[in-house]
């Protein structure tokens, strides 16, 4: 186990303990949760070491690494994906002129696919051997176990719900900063757990996922941790049916029962979105980021 003694974020080390959690799709071990008082980052202290952490991942419960979960979670899940790749080609394209994209983490591959077929050249790193076999058959393209060492720039690099997962952020941030072209773009989507659905469901909020997610971030510790690397924020944005979607496993982890766990999720998804709205607060948000 690693013990976390410093946010690396702002360095502060004033972590305060916030909260106990479980682990609801693997180990069912339970995990501590700390908030560093000066940037708000939740820190999952102490978490499993780096080559311990990939038995966490062996769940076809997993389902964004697996991509054939079953019932009706996994339909839901599939469904707002088809919905929401659409949506993330537009958002790209209104920020970044086509040309390059590096998904950073792209489990099985379905956004690259989806931008391939929209004239987009593409590339994609993904640890999971699994999840990099099905990206790679579908796309046709090979893609990086680990992090690019190529000196293709790109025009935008894309992380849905991955910087949450990687065990050293500022590391990582400064090689996007090398990998992207002089007018290049990061898009980063994690979850929020400031959100009201994240401040409702506390130890249940499904956007914890401990021990997979090893920080847990707030719009403060994302901003601090973007300007520190040489970024500046352009653009946050909300992705609003994730509220739905982690209200629905949230419900399923307090052991509400299937009637109830639709219900509650339906209600609670629309009341935090309606929440957030005043002062976008949502339940995940994307951060778009520019070079300095
Ligand atoms: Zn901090």
Same mark, same amino acid.
Do not use: I
């Given at each position: 186990m690693i013990a976390v003694n #410093?946010?690396?974020?702002?360095?502060? +080390?004033?972590l305060q303990s916030f909260l106990t959690c479980e682990?609801?799709?693997?180990?069912?071990e339970t995990f501590q949760i700390k908030i560093c @008082?000066?940037?708000?980052l939740g820190i999952t202290s102490p978490r499993p070491s780096d080559d311990d952490l990939n038995r966490y991942y062996l769940s076809d419960e997993y389902i964004s690494h697996s991509g054939n979960s079953s019932g009706l979670i996994g339909a839901l899940y599939k469904s707002a994906r088809k919905v929401t790749l659409g949506w993330k080609q537009k958002l790209v394209e209104s920020h970044a002129s086509k040309s390059n994209i590096l998904d950073y983490g792209?489990?099985?591959g379905e956004f690259l696919k989806h931008m391939q077929s929209n004239g987009w050249g593409i590339a994609g790193v993904e640890p999971s051997k699994l999840a990099r076999e099905k990206a790679e058959s579908l796309t046709k393209i090979k893609i990086s176990e680990t992090p690019y060492h190529d000196q293709k720039k790109f025009a935008a690099i894309t992380l849905w719900h991955v910087l949450e997962h990687v065990p050293d952020l500022n590391h990582t941030l400064k090689q996007f900063g090398q990998l992207l072209d002089k007018s290049g773009t990061v898009f980063i989507a994690v979850p929020n757990y400031k959100s009201p659905d994240g401040e409702h469901y #506390? #130890?249940?909020? +499904?956007?914890?996922? @401990?021990?997979?997610?090893?920080w847990h971030f707030s719009s403060t510790s994302m901003s601090h941790l973007l300007e520190a690397n040489g970024?500046?924020?352009v653009a946050i944005k909300p992705m609003m049916l994730d509220a739905f979607y982690i209200s629905l496993l949230s419900e399923k982890y307090k052991g509400s029962g299937p009637l109830k766990q639709y219900v509650a999720a339906v209600i609670n998804g629309f009341r935090s979105n309606w929440r957030a709205k005043k002062n976008t607060n949502f339940s995940s948000l994307i951060y778009i980021a520019r070079l300095k």
């Open positions: #410093k946010c690396p974020v702002c360095s502060c +080390a004033d682990d609801h799709t693997v180990s069912h @008082v000066n940037c708000q792209c489990g099985t #506390k #130890k249940y909020w +499904a956007g914890f996922d @401990v021990p997979r997610h090893l970024f500046n924020v």
